[in-house]
């Protein structure tokens, strides 16, 4: 729950951002997906803690429809 919560909060503020910059909201869709689709592993094969993977899941991803 913690992690849906962060993502959310993590989209909303990039939304925020862009919308100061001048894009218009209704074009701007956000979406936190929280652990649901980690890039890299949060554990390494040993199952010892992967701080590179879990910096590498903190994240927001853009796709631009034109």
Known sequence: DYNNSLSSRRAGVVCDYLIKAGVAAAQII?????????????????????????????????????
């Open 30 to 66: 956000t979406v936190g997906k929280g652990d649901s689709q980690p890039r890299r592993p949060n554990v390494t094969e040993t199952g010892s803690d992967n701080p590179d993977g879990r910096r590498a899941n903190r994240r927001t991803e853009i796709y631009l429809d034109f």
